[in-house]
């Protein structure tokens, strides 16, 4: 049995493979700043009872050789085999393998890119305070300035306010993308918000090329 594991800045989500390559079980966690990532693969773990052969961990923002190799050491006691890379690495490797760009886009905003020689390039992941442009934070924050202030106060004193925020971006998509020809304020809104975020995306491909 094979674990693959997706970190990313809300969800924690772990897929189980046997060697035919078949998924067995899809699981979803919400990031807990209060527990160790070895404590939620050791919990991860326990409902199956099993010691896999190898775990495979794609973790947000983790780009230094040495801080892969550190947080390889800390879980190599739970399989035989650990391998650590970056998300976007992870994505990029499982989805086109050798050349061209992705965007990944979810609580954040970030673009890989490589070519056949190897080259390697990559733009934003900057995080909420300085960048993230077109990420579900950044499009609750921008629906958010539209509201009153004493609205998105509330979300300063949420557990996890980034979390929050980006939240509002499922409200906002919905409606952005909805093919109706509604013209209310709320659904003009959205589709504003909405274009502006493809706008912000494909600027990244452009600063990762």
Known sequence: MYL??????????ASFWNQ????????????????SLEKILK??????????KAITLGVRGLWP?????QLQKQLRSLANKIYVTSDMELAFRASLGREGIIIVAGTGSAAYGQDLLGHRSRAGGLGPLLGDAGSAFWIGKQYLRSQKE?????????????????HLAKRVLTLGLAENKATDPLT????????CAAKELAHLVFRAE
């Open 150 to 166: 004493s609205y998105a106060r509330t979300f300063l004193h949420r557990e996890n306010p980034v979390a929050a925020i980006a």
């Open 20 to 35: 035919k390559s078949q998924r067995l079980s899809h699981l979803r966690y919400k990031i807990q700043p209060e527990l």
């Open 43 to 52: 919990k991860i773990l326990g409902q199956w009872k099993a010691r896999p």
């Open 4 to 13: 693959g594991v997706d970190i990313g800045g809300t969800w924690l989500r």
């Open 188 to 195: 003009s809104l959205c589709r504003h918000i909405t274009h």
């Open 65 to 69: 050789f040495q801080k892969k190799k």
